[in-house]
């Protein structure tokens, strides 16, 4: 084994890590090593089991490092951030990597595709050009490119090559390709590139176990997991170490008991007949324990001179130091974590070495979000398909009662149907009514005037003519724990995992599947332990815990979740937030706020229970949200009007009743959706939304 293999053992001895039995039962084996290094980043790993495969590429063990370390002085620190430590795979054969776009995708979602070029470098020499190659990609056999290449220029398929030779030495690699006089090394490299395994697509796949379960890891969540494994070690290294001296403190104070009692000592080993009957009266004389008496009895007389007494006493004061140091150790986490950085900055002086791979600018990747600047922005979308961007401070809040401003200039019978706020470099998923999944950045919506109608979202997303976004959740990270929770207007509930969608296509991704006449009403962003609110046009209600709902695969159907009533269907879904309240509001513009307390928990497909007292004054109900006194909450209408009202100025009242007038409406208009904001610092700006 190399020298830093040694590391992957280190401390193995002293009980850092369970030993299972092996394939036979015969002897037993580490079931993970103790690693003072992270191996699985820096030296990668590679293989595909039953249905999921592992491509993780080798990193620079310097780089990777610091980015430990950046960890554990700043719990908070980004993947961006981390980027600025790791730049990205560091392979043995160098090479370059061209851009960045598929590190970060690696690094964010644990999926990315790394383009890797050999090194070549056009040479002038005799008249004419030689393309001379020094570095190839990763896992590229130089022998099989020169056959390929070979083959190439046989068949016709790339022209100007006429002749390869291998120049390779022990200083290193020099791979030459002579060109003809009339060839433009330029067009021949570019179609050794093109054709041959002079570039090549390293597809990431960050898969790894974690507690014997695999899953698809980012950057964080890998070195969270080897801070965790580390932090575990350094505990029962600690403690191992710990019992040791505290077993060898017990030894020195019987040692200690036996020198200043020597005389009597040595009387009683000598008047015993046997070395067990030495054994049990140095015991019962002096409160030893069996280990101290088995010790003494087996003591040399030599360690009975002055010097030796010395150096027992020595031992002693510092087994005890040793001792309170091992324990404070235990009781405080922050030393175990100094400890880690300490091992890894010690490892990184003895084996760490500069970047070989170089990451290079590709001219045809451009990171739009380097080029836009991050602000908050309002996204609308109309009923009729209309969608754009606006500044976040578009809207002022208003008092209850007022009649709004007009939100959007809209075609006759055109309304604004979601509203929300995000940022330009968020991501946007847009869920239609067919149980299709689209994705745009906040950036590629355009953006448009208060007045202005927007842009027809046909032009942005490929939408079929019966075809309607019905729900948009903005993402700033795809993470595990997280769930999209689907509600269809037919009363069905589906949650899945948001990994899931962390890879749409242009074309979009079926996000649920849908009985014939069933639609997509919402989408909700929960985290698995959400209370769940249910609301419909004819008054009705349920409340029931996430955990009713087990996550399903993507092209699942979900499960009941209220029981409708005929011609009944559901118009609002909301998250139980805490100190919150339940907000009703109706198509004549009437609503009220309820204390959740009314709502009892009850189990998911039941009927549920009143939670407005519809009359024809009222007329039916236009959506439910759940708000705190901090929020204030956007009524849309059917004739574009958008009005901003406080929640703190609607009064609470019980389930079973009408309610308040909260917007005055024309003859003919209706309330037709609601929005949740946070309530401003000043009248000019928005906080986050919640569809």
């Not at 979308?381 to 401003?405: A, L, N």
């Not at 997303?461 to 729900?471: G, M, N, Q």
């Not at 009403?521 to 009713?548: C, N, P, W, Y």
């Amino acid at each position: 084994m190399s020298k830093i293999a040694g590391e992957m053992l280190s401390d193995i001895e002293k009980e850092t890590v369970d030993f299972v039995p092996n394939y036979d039962d015969k002897q037993t084996e580490p079931s993970v090593l103790p690693s003072r290094f992270p191996n699985l980043l820096v030296n990668g790993s590679s293989g595909i089991a039953v249905g999921m495969a592992t491509n993780i590429p080798p990193h620079n063990l310097t780089e990777v490092i610091d980015g430990i370390v950046a960890v554990i002085d700043d719990p908070h620190i980004t993947i961006d951030e981390l980027m600025g430590y790791i730049k990205g795979p560091d392979f043995p054969t160098a090479g370059i990597i061209m851009g960045t776009s598929g590190i970060r995708s690696a690094y964010t979602t644990g999926k990315g595709r790394i383009v890797i070029r050999a090194r070549a470098e056009i040479e002038e020499f005799e008249n004419r050009s030689r393309i001379v190659i020094y570095e190839l990609p990763y896992q590229v056999n130089k022998v099989r490119l020169h056959e390929k290449i070979a083959e190439l220029v046989r068949d016709g398929r790339i022209d100007g090559i006429s002749s390869l030779r291998d120049e390779s030495d022990q200083d290193g690699m020099r791979f030459v390709i002579e060109l003809k006089r009339d060839a433009n090394a330029n067009v021949v490299l570019n179609n050794l590139y093109k054709f041959t395994q002079m570039q090549e697509t390293f597809g990431v796949i960050l898969l790894a176990l974690v507690d014997k379960e695999p899953k698809i890891l980012n950057l964080r969540e890998i070195i969270d997991h080897y801070i965790a494994h580390q932090e575990d070690v350094i505990r029962r290294r600690t403690a191992f170490d710990l019992r040791k001296a505290e077993e060898h403190a017990h030894l020195l104070e019987g040692y200690k008991i036996a020198i200043d009692n020597i005389d009597e000592v040595i009387s009683i080993i000598r008047s015993s007949s046997t070395i067990a009957e030495s054994k049990l009266r140095l015991s019962e004389r002096f409160s030893l324990s069996d280990v101290q008496a088995t010790a003494i009895v087996e003591m040399r007389l030599g360690r009975l001179t002055g010097l030796e007494r010395d150096k027992i006493e020595a031992d002693y004061e510092q087994t005890t130091k040793t001792i309170k140091e091992l324990q404070a150790i235990l009781a405080d986490n922050q030393l175990v974590l100094n400890i880690i950085k300490e091992d890894l900055l010690k490892i990184k002086e003895k084996y760490g070495d500069e970047r070989r791979t170089e990451i290079a600018l590709n001219v045809n990747e451009i990171d739009m979000e380097d080029l836009i600047d991050e602000e908050e922005i309002i996204v609308t979308v109309t009923h009729m398909g209309y969608v754009k961007r606006m500044p976040v401070d578009t809207y002022r809040s208003q008092k209850r009662g007022g009649r709004g401003i007009s939100g959007i200039t809209t075609r006759e019978e055109d309304f604004v149907e979601h509203l929300f706020t995000t940022s330009t470099h968020n991501n946007i998923l847009f869920f239609t009514t067919r149980g299709v999944v689209y994705q745009l950045k906040g950036y590629q919506i355009p953006e448009a005037g208060r007045q202005a109608k927007g842009t027809a979202i046909v032009n942005l997303l490929p939408l079929e003519p019966d075809e309607k976004v019905s729900a948009m959740i903005p993402v700033a990270n795809f993470e595990d724990g997280k769930f999209l929770t689907f509600i269809t207007k037919n009363g069905t509930i589906k949650k899945t995992d948001l990994m899931d969608y962390s890879h749409i296509r242009a074309g979009g991704l079926r996000a649920i599947e849908l009985v014939e006449g069933d639609e997509l009403m919402r989408v909700k962003l929960t985290d698995g332990m959400q209370h769940i609110i249910i609301g419909t046009r004819g008054g009705m209600a349920i409340r029931f815990h996430e955990s009713d709902v087990r996550p399903m695969g993507r092209l699942a159907r979900g499960v009941r979740a209220i029981r409708l009533n005929e011609n009944d269907y559901v118009v609002g879904a909301s998250i139980a937030r805490e100190d919150s309240e339940l907000l009703v509001v109706t198509e004549n513009g009437y609503g009220k706020k309820t204390s959740l307390d009314e709502y009892k928990v009850q189990s998911r497909g039941g009927k549920g229970i009143i939670t407005y007292k519809i009359t024809d004054k009222t007329g039916y109900i236009a959506g439910i949200k759940t708000v705190t006194p901090k929020d204030d909450i956007m009524l849309i209408t059917s004739d574009g009007v958008v009005i901003r009202i406080h929640t703190a100025e609607i009064s609470t009242y019980g389930r079973q009743t009408q309610g308040v007038k909260l917007m005055r409406l024309d003859e003919g208009v209706r309330v037709m959706s609601i929005a949740r904001t946070e309530e401003s610092s000043d009248e000019d700006s928005d906080g986050t939304n919640e569809q």
